[in-house]
């Protein structure tokens, strides 16, 4: 069975750039997550989606944004890159409400390099 | 804030020797507990986790943890480590309250030498 897949693996921006990331869930999770793990740092929650509906944001600007199609799969976007976004986002998936379990298949994220 | 904390950010340790990577959380309400380990260029996956009930977990490959209230701590051990067990191990945190967001500790990288 096809795990949580991420596109691009790595890919690198300039500053004031934008990107867009691409996330595939597990074939039947509904739940999607996003993490950002800077380096050196542990994941920090970005955002969770469910039924294309936003279900939690953490503490990021309003240039990062994402959304869930009707297939589940998910974007992240972020606008006006800054250095400091190089990180790895990582994003996962879970079935309804096994997120708060620690339930969460992660893939092995999109390195963003921001120059 | 609730937080996570993570006191060792590297543990280097010979193969089979013991091992306990320390974690403390920071919390006035019921919690959720978890350890995910991060194999080089691998996502994190979910190695054990405390809901409720016993307050000692064990993970399918020798890994246990185990919650203290009073001490409001989750660490994790293990007797005798092998070298695929290098890898990074972050301590998480669910805070309930119907949200589904996990708090992560900044990780502990465990170092297995022969």
């Known amino acids: 069975d096809a795990g949580v897949t991420q596109s691009p693996t790595h890919l690198i921006k300039t500053r004031g750039q934008q990107v867009t990331l691409r996330c595939s869930p597990i074939?039947?999770?509904?739940?999607v997550s996003w993490y950002q793990q800077v380096l050196g740092q542990g994941p920090q929650f970005i955002f969770q989606?469910?039924?294309?509906?936003?279900?939690g944001r953490g503490n990021f600007p309003d240039r990062f944004s994402a959304r869930q199609f009707p297939n589940y799969s998910s974007e992240l976007n972020v606008n006006a890159l800054l250095l400091g976004d190089s990180a790895l986002y990582l994003c996962?998936?879970?079935?309804?409400?096994?997120?708060?379990?620690?339930?969460?298949?992660f893939g092995e994220g999109s390195r963003l390099t921001v120059l | 804030a609730q937080s996570v904390t993570q006191l060792d950010s590297q543990v280097p340790v010979f193969e089979e020797a013991p091992v306990e990577l320390r974690c403390n959380y920071s919390s006035s309400v019921s919690v959720y507990l978890f350890w995910y380990v991060q194999y080089p260029n691998q996502g994190l996956q979910l190695l054990l986790k405390?809901?409720?009930?016993?307050?000692l977990v064990e993970s399918i490959n020798g890994f246990e943890a185990e919650f203290n209230k009073s001490q409001t701590s989750f660490h994790l051990r293990k007797p005798s480590v092998h070298i695929s067990d290098t890898a990074e191990y972050f301590c998480a945190a669910n805070l309930g309250g119907g949200s589904e967001k996990l708090v992560f500790g900044k990780g502990t990288k465990l170092t297995v030498n022969p």
């Open positions: 996962a998936s879970s079935l309804p409400g096994r997120a708060s379990t620690g339930e969460l298949f």
């Open positions: 989606y469910y039924e294309k509906e936003e279900r």
């Open positions: 405390y809901l409720s009930g016993s307050t």
């Open positions: 074939s039947g999770h509904k739940s």
